[in-house]
T-cell receptor, first 114, second 115 residues
């Protein structure tokens, strides 16, 4: 049973436009959500996170939105740059759980075309 | 400072063999966790060690085991390898126990191919 779902395996956008990556979850006990970015042959790197008590967190070009009632979060990248091309993983942590036992989605491959 | 270091980066093993992977966390980090990444299942949590003790365990068979040393370095071992164990094994470290916003940092991973 996949508790964190990224239903789009891939996404292609033009440089300068907005990229929107989506993530859905099923477990209402998740209280903290993270996005990781992964380049080929490298480990995932932390991008941005959001606590369940918030509905938005912004860091530069990256904004994460959380809709708890819909159990949905999204990552917005504005403006998109070719260097943003990577696999993006959504991850969630259970309330009261360990920061290290994260449940990941299967990832979305973002391609930003020049 | 140096990041999370994993060795070896690539290896090929035969079915039935066993393999040991090594992870050196970021200096000062005491928690080490392991994840398996496969195309079909994405990233799945294996286990986490803190101060040489396993604190959390994922849903993997007993063939997967690990340990942590007093210097926080960690190893994971897979015995009786199966073809389905072919994956990227990622190690991640963090400096302390739980806390909001405490981030884990991943290494580049060890690519294991079982033939």
């Amino acid at each position: 049973d996949q508790q964190v779902k990224q239903n789009s395996p891939s996404l292609s956008v033009q440089e300068g436009r907005i990229s929107i990556l989506n993530c859905d979850y099923t477990n209402s006990m998740f209280d903290y959500f993270l996005w990781y970015k992964k380049y080929p042959a490298e480990g995932p790197t932390f991008l941005i996170s959001i606590s369940s008590i918030k509905d938005k967190n912004e860091d530069g070009r990256f904004t994460v939105f959380l809709n708890k009632s819909a159990k949905h979060l999204s990552l917005h990248i504005v403006p998109s740059q070719p260097g943003d091309s990577a696999v993006y993983f959504c991850a969630a942590r259970l309330s009261g759980g360990s920061n290290y036992k994260l449940t990941f989605g299967k990832g979305t491959l973002l391609t930003v075309n020049p | 400072k140096a990041g999370v270091t994993q060795t070896p980066r690539y290896l090929i093993k035969t079915r039935g063999q066993q393999v040991t992977l090594s992870c050196s966390p970021i200096s000062g980090h005491r928690s080490v966790s392991w994840y398996q990444q496969t195309p079909g299942q994405g990233l799945q949590f294996l286990f986490e060690y803190f101060s040489e003790t396993q604190r959390n365990k994922g849903n993997f068979p007993g063939r997967f085991s690990g340990r942590q040393f007093s210097n926080s370095r960690s190893e994971m071992n897979v015995s009786t390898l199966e073809l389905g164990d072919s994956a990227l094994y990622l190690c991640a470290s963090s400096w302390s126990s739980n806390g909001p916003g405490n981030t884990i940092y991943f290494g580049e991973g060890s690519w294991l191919t079982v033939v």
